[in-house]
């Protein structure tokens, strides 16, 4: 797995990109990462176009995204798959954390009834 970073030219976003396997090591340096950030970044954007495995870690990473930037930074899940959606829902971080689908889209993922019906029928 690599991690790129894009911090914006006025340093008030950064956007992860991210590629492979998302895993505790990988959470590891997204937060190494993330502790030298400026305060002066407003927004982090973790891309997971290119991703191909996730585990466990990743609700670790965005949890802790969340407890030591909420004063100063807005979170976005770019790219993540309807499944990965679905368990960030499940587990609530859809209330503090934007996720998107896709970039272009534009829209937060949101289970539809039908869904959240059906993934509480599978529990």
């Known amino acids: 797995m690599s991690i790129e970073t894009t911090i914006s030219e006025d340093g008030s976003f950064i956007k992860f990109h ?22 002066s970044i407003e927004l982090i954007v973790m891309d997971l176009a290119e991703v191909t495995r996730i585990d466990a870690a990743i609700f670790a990473t965005l949890l802790l995204l969340y407890y030591q930037k909420e004063q ?3 979170i976005e899940v770019l790219n993540c798959s309807k499944a990965l959606a679905r368990r960030l829902s499940l587990a ?21 009834d039908a869904e959240d019906k059906q993934t509480k029928d599978h529990q």
């Open 18 to 39: 991210l590629k492979g396997v998302f895993d505790i090591n990988r959470s590891l340096q997204v937060q190494d990462i993330v502790d030298t950030l400026p305060q």
């Open 72 to 74: 100063h930074s807005s």
């Open 92 to 112: 609530g971080l859809d209330r503090f954390i934007k996720i998107r689908m896709s970039a272009e889209d534009g829209t937060s993922c949101q289970l539809t």
